[in-house]
């Protein structure tokens, strides 16, 4: 059949019509075909074509030519199983019926794989392998067009199928025996398009094995062309969610650190903004607990894509139910795959399996690989599950049968492969999901048990067993990395579905889990980077951590499995994974406590840890308890562990500390440092550890002076044992800067604070935990030096949105940044949004900590200056007296924190016309600023400026004019003239304190 070349357009020939029919399968190429031919200048329309078995193949093609103009088939070997159907009637169809059509029939060819011998008719031109111009070129030819001198320019352009999209995050493998579902995906396409921007997210919800996965990996392959940026992520455990969805910072090439949070932020922020990608698509698979979703679902003008089992999902996404095959989906699957068996036989076999996904690819796996008969694999399948009476149960709904199913597969398996049985029982002792199997390969000489030795030392039989098992649809492989890269976890990996995990667990002796799980907990312990401090390594902690409890490594007597343990869980606390943490704790715990002295070493570790992240988590009272019990259990052994006693009280002081115990605290953080000096020596790490909280301890006492000589002193040391870039240095030089700016030396913090930040951000990142805080000393430094610079509102502003991300607002450290925002805005007059924010942080320090506590009280004081900068003088007056009462009970009249309350309370006192107590409040309290903080400190020359204000409402004006004028000059020297605490000095504006809350 010879086409003559017709006119494309340019005004030399009328315009043609074609319909361009294909499989859902391949929709992208119909997509690029239809807009090839619209622009040379013709009309095209799409038809998904899957003619229904039962109606005869010529009168299926019939329909076709109903259509005007020519009909144009999308070919390749999955073309012809579309039913699915003989090749013998294909070639009949073929010869016959579209032989006698031959003018209105053309094809192209999308594989290089032979087609049916009859397919010769359609003279197909092959677009195999071309590049999109050579294509082109190719479909006109066929279809006898000329091209287009200039083709039209069309609204949208459609991707090159043959082109992946700019970003292509590790989606599975496209797979070539997917069945059905065009409906739900076209579905699922539309919903996606027509949500709102920013809204555009859809849950594909259904049973264990009913087809999520699959489903979601097809459209992300299906509708590629859509999409300029697409990322899977796996999401059956939390951390190695987080970890996935954060490396997508690094191809879209966001300067960030290795913290999850700070990646996670970056890369929301990105996708919101569409830049440098707005039509992207993220597809969270597995992700079962919507915990957290706020943090984590990207907005933008993108789509979202999660598969789950829990119906929760409805009240964040719309939810798409995904239904048990069609039977024609079942029966075409199983007979595209086992190729000897009928209709009938396979309407069978899909009726026993309730036409379910997963045991159907088992089913249709074992029919295709043995031959079988279908009566002699259902009567195997029948008898053993009758016969069983105490077979476990699957759950959700999922057939019976398919446990007899498996049985016969593990059977065989253990007759011809016993070595993939091996491989299997491996994989069970790992979590579902992910599997990193290449640790058995990356680490050869980890002491493995003999009979499975192998593994690591015969590659061919490592690969046939492989090879086995995915033949027979158990595992799917994955590999992570670029080809030539050193294997690990995060290099080579195999899936494995949480369903047939479940089931062949519970098909495998107890002796075998018993063998498989030590192995695999020697190879987690291999795989331990050893350092959970650096940030780099947490990519590989969080790959081990969902791996910890099926592989027994919690109840694991090893001491090196132990230690692979308590690095995760530190890996947690660095990482501010404390959720996760604390859940580990526990169960770590709950195993250990069993078979474990309460003073043994790992225990005592543990504690420690799980303590650390009691507090970054905000449960103070649990983490004093806790460490209270290790210490009189400690306390009341012989013979004394005086290191362990001295890590415990340490610990024990951080959390007196978060409690507000000051001086209990100081005491025996106190004796903590000698202790650790005695025994240890001067420059050793826990040593530099107990001197910088020392420092804490000093400051939360008021003793700042003190507190910023200890501090200069440990960042020496520090500086000369660590390093500058090290974790804990920079945190020395964060307190340094601290300590100048409750000296009231604003400028000599701030330029302390800068270069520390920048420090940070380069070692750690920008959104990491301590950076964020180092970030925070510098925004109060900043507000401290010059209220007046535009830059400190918004950065301010920034900087709260970005905690409450990473902790959440009710955190103590969100908390404190509230706190100090709303001051920040009450002086820039704000009054309705400060007040909010000053409610805010009160009502969340009182649940956190106790109406008792010194923050909670002192936060009386924020509450007041809020309502007398409102004109409530009486309702303010009684929150200063309330604030001074309380934090002189529990601080001692000469903290800075009560002289600053009493500041308040002498103003109040003054403005409510109680100008005699107002007075003696003033004399005394500039008294005993000059005793704490010295005659040249802010506090106290705004002191000195409050006693003279007090002075001439009591016509002392003598000695008020002496003292405003050596206030005016001492706040000239120490802030500048053009500060604005002189310039409010200056114009009689009385002088009032902030009550900046800090847990230390």
Known sequence: MVEQRR??????????????????????????????????????????????????????????????????????DWFFELGPRPPGEWNDALRGFVAAHADRFAAVNLTNRPLLPATAVLEP??????????????????????????????????????????????????NPRFTGRDDLLTDLHQRLSDAERGASSCTLLGMSGIGKTQLAAEYAHRFSTDYDLVWWVNSDDRNIQRDRFGELAVELGLSIGSEPGERIRAVRDALRRGEPYSNWLIIFDGWDDPEGVNALLPQGSGHVLVTSRNRAWSEYTEVLEVPAFLRAESTSYLMRRATHI?????????????????????????????????????????????????EPATGEGFPQS?????????????RSQPQAIEVLGLCTSFAPGRIPLGLIRAYPQTDLPEELRWMATDLPAWTRSLDTLVNYSVLTRETRGPLGAEMGPHQESVHMHRLVHDIVSKLTSEDSHALHRRAVRTLLAEADPGNAVDSRNWPRYAELLPHLEPSGALTSSQRRVQTTVLNCLRYCLRSGEYNSGLELARKVRDNWSRTMDPLAQPLLDLTNQESYIMRASGRFREAYELDRAVLEKLQHTSPRDEVA??????????????????????????????????????????????????????????????????????????ENVLRTRHINTLKSGSAVAHDLRLLGRYRDALARQEPVVRLHVQVLGPQHPQTLEARVQLAMCRRRESALNPDVGPS????????????????????????????????????????DLIDEAEAGYRSLLGPAHPVTTGMLTN?????????????AMSMFESALAGLTATLGPDHPWVLGCALNAASARNFNGRIADALDLSRDTLRRARHTLGDQHPLTLSCQVALAADLRAFREQEEAGKLEEDGLLGLTRTLGAQHPHTISARQRTRPHWDFEAYLG
């Open 863 to 875: 509450t007041g200056l809020v309502m007398q900068a409102a004109g409530e003088r009486a309702g």
């Open 796 to 835: 301010m502003a920034a900087l709260l949105e970005q905690l409450a991300q990473l902790h959440g607002r009710g955190h103590h450290r969100t908390l404190a940044f509230i706190n100090n925002y709303g001051n920040f805005l009450r002086e820039h007059g704000d009054l309705s949004q400060s007040r």
């Open 342 to 390: 009928t209709a009938a036989e396979a309407d069978e076999v899909a009726a026993e399996f309730g036409d379910v996904p997963l045991p159907l690819v088992q089913a249709a796996s074992w029919l295709g690989e043995s031959g079988m008969d279908v009566a002699e694999y259902l009567r195997m399948v029948r008898e053993r599950r009758l016969s069983t009476v105490d």
């Open 125 to 174: 031109a092959s677009l195999w392998g071309l590049s999109e111009e050579a294509a082109e070129e190719r479909l006109l030819s066929r279809l006898g067009l000329e091209r287009r001198r200039t083709p039209k320019t069309m609204p949208t352009r459609v991707r090159y199928p043959e082109t992946r999209c700019e970003i292509w995050g590790e989606v599975p493998r496209r």
């Open 402 to 414: 398919s446990m007899t199913s498996w049985s016969i597969l593990l059977n065989r398996l253990r």
């Open 645 to 718: 006693e001295l890590v415990t009280q340490g610990s024990l002081a951080g959390s007196l500390r978060y409690l507000g115990r000051y001086q209990e605290a100081y005491d025996l953080q106190k004796k903590v440092l000698e202790g650790n000096e005695r025994l240890l020596g001067p420059d050793e790490v826990d040593t530099l550890v107990a001197r910088h909280n020392l420092g804490v301890s000093l400051r939360l006492r008021g003793r700042y002076a003190e507190a910023f000589e200890l501090d200069l002193e440990t960042l020496a040391r520090r």
């Open 7 to 76: 006119s494309s357009g340019d005004g030399t020939g009328a315009p043609e019509h074609f319909l361009v029919v294909f499989p859902g399968y391949h929709r992208s190429w119909a997509a690029w075909i239809v807009h090839a031919l619209e622009r040379h200048g013709h009309r095209a329309t799409l038809q998904r074509w899957d003619p229904p078995r039962e109606v005869a193949l010529e009168d299926s093609l019939g329909d076709l030519l109903l259509s005007s103009g020519r009909v144009l088939l999308v070919l390749d």
